[in-house]
């Protein structure tokens, strides 16, 4: 099967310079609706869908490949060496952010620079550093996806997204998270939940750009800290914003970042 097929590729836009988008856990390409066309004169954008979400094949779905991030990392490469032109900007929200990072470390000559829109490497606790969940918070919130993932989706999609105004991002994630398949969506969130990527920060080379919301529930302002002074050669841009997704929920000030970081 075709990597595009397989990840439901898709090319728009005009430029002469690849970014590729990359969602976060329980959604697909089109969370990127609302940043796409901002950047379809200047760039020539590639949209995708991880494994076992969107309009990916789910019978391509390897659960030994995807039990770490690095199976999904691979996938990046191997979509940009089939339809990339060049070296291209890697955007990639929340889990995505750390796929984009650890195909980075891969394969550096791939990339031009990493946009990460509410990144985190590690989600637990740990000494001093500040995830924002203990270990027992994330063992709960598995068992209970484990044993009512819909109920879960329900509860949960509308805290992650945020934008207490505007209530109908929090039906769509919840639709979009109740159209995953079930059994991929709780392999996917064990390893998303459980990944520490802290080792791996100070191995990326390339420019990034980190994105953080002022008010975030899943990666709360010491993440983006954290990540700013653990990367050599970062930006960090608070955007103010409630909830996780803010290229949803704040769009324009996630593109005027973008633009300014792109052409500084």
């Not at 992650?160 to 709780?186: H, V």
């Not at 969130?189 to 791996?200: E, G, P, Q």
């Given at each position: ?25 329980g959604c697909d390409?089109?969370?990127?609706r609302l940043l ?78 990493h946009i990460m ?148």
């Amino acid at each position: 099967m075709s990597v595009r097929k397989r990840h439901n590729v898709k090319v728009v836009g005009r430029g002469d310079v690849d970014m590729i988008f990359a969602h976060g856990y329980g959604c697909d390409q089109n969370m990127w609706r609302l940043l796409t066309g901002a950047f379809e004169d200047s760039h020539r954008i590639i949209l995708y869908d991880l494994a076992g979400c969107g309009g990916s094949d789910l019978s391509a779905y390897d659960r030994r490949k995807y039990d770490t991030l690095e199976g999904h990392a691979r996938d990046v490469l191997e979509i940009l060496g089939e339809v990339a032109t060049g070296p291209a900007v890697f955007v990639g929200h929340s889990v995505s952010a750390m796929i984009g990072l650890l195909a980075g470390i891969a394969a550096p000559e791939r990339f031009r620079e990493h946009i990460m829109v509410g990144p985190s490497p590690c989600y637990i606790n740990d000494g001093d550093y500040f995830g924002g969940f203990t270990r027992d918070d994330i063992d709960s919130l598995l068992d209970a996806l484990d044993s009512n993932y819909l109920g879960w989706a329900s509860a949960m999609a509308p805290t992650i997204m945020g934008a207490p105004d505007r209530p109908e991002l929090g039906e769509e994630l919840t639709n979009s998270f109740c159209r995953t398949d079930p059994e991929i969506a709780k392999h996917f969130a064990r390893v998303t939940f459980l990944s520490d990527n802290r080792a791996d920060l100070p191995r990326l080379t390339a420019r990034s750009l980190i994105l953080q919301c002022s008010d975030d529930v899943i990666a709360p302002p010491s993440v983006g800290e954290y990540l700013h002074k653990a990367l050599p050669n970062s930006a960090l841009r608070v955007i103010d914003n409630i909830g996780h997704c803010p290229h949803l929920s704040a769009p324009g000030p996630i593109v005027q970042a973008m633009r300014e970081f792109l052409e500084a």
